[in-house]
């Protein structure tokens, strides 16, 4: 586990980021959308919102196609806005892992890390040349490993699929597949305070039990909730803000882009 050394006082301040869909140019879109610009007004808000963060991490998706520049970019991006706060991420069902994690020069950390009194695990979902999610047999006996080290560490547990439905059939087939295994694990460890997601582009938000569950919006563009069809949303680029105390409550809150105008396909059926 890497360590991060403290920024602030207490609470905890974690950001999340996901699915920012680079391409390998600065000048790509996805559904008409500059992806790039996007994001730049994502991290600009979080910027001037004046909050200082310990920890950024971005749950997947990082790329739309992969490739080592929109990895590079990625960072820079995020050292241009926000420099000198850790990252960690995570891939999605678009990102290259071999591009990914094998960038040259200095990289996020991924895996798990931990800061103050919190324990950050990072889980690999992606199955690859698939939409869905599945966590393997390692990755499952890896988790459990790592609770079993640190039983009683406030822990958050981000993964890029969603481990229960949302309410949007057409992209709640890309559920987790083998969703009930990981929860009976997380179950057996009332540590575990929170479990965190990207991929569906909208905020979600629900308790099972103790475990409280939640969903960010994309950096760029935003599903329709409760929607059985594709359809792309109206509300703007966003990214999740957390408050983590020492004592495990949660305090949590989306904040998006402002004032900008788009030219997305809102018409579009899918991507």
Known sequence: METVTRLNTQPLRLLQLTDPH??????ETLLGLNTEESLRDVLAEVRDSGVQYDLIIATGDISNDGTIASYHRFIARVQDYLPGIPLA?????????????????SKPMTGDCGLGQWHFILLNSRIPFEEGGELSNHELD???????????????????????????????????????RLFAILERYPNVKALCWG???????????????????????????????FSVDHLMPGFRHFELHDDG?????????????????FASTGY
Not at 22 to 27: K, T
Not at 89 to 105: K, S, V
Not at 249 to 265: F, L, S
């Open 199 to 229: 991929h569906v582009h909208q905020a979600f938000h629900l308790e099972r039990g103790n475990l409280k569950l939640f969903a960010s919006p994309s950096t760029c563009i935003q599903f329709t909730p409760q929607s059985d069809a």
């Open 249 to 265: 409550r949660i305090y949590t809150h989306v904040g998006r882009a402002k004032d900008r105008i788009y030219c997305i396909d």
């Open 22 to 27: 680079l391409g390998a140019r600065p000048n």
């Open 89 to 105: 991420w995570l891939a999605g069902n678009h990102d290259n892992p071999n591009n990914m994690f094998n960038l040259p020069g």
């Open 142 to 180: 890896r988790l459990e490993g790592l609770l079993a080290q640190h039983p009683t560490r406030h822990t958050m547990v981000l993964l890029h699929h969603q481990p229960v439905p949302v309410g949007s059939y057409w992209i709640d087939g890309y559920t987790v597949k083998n969703a009930e």
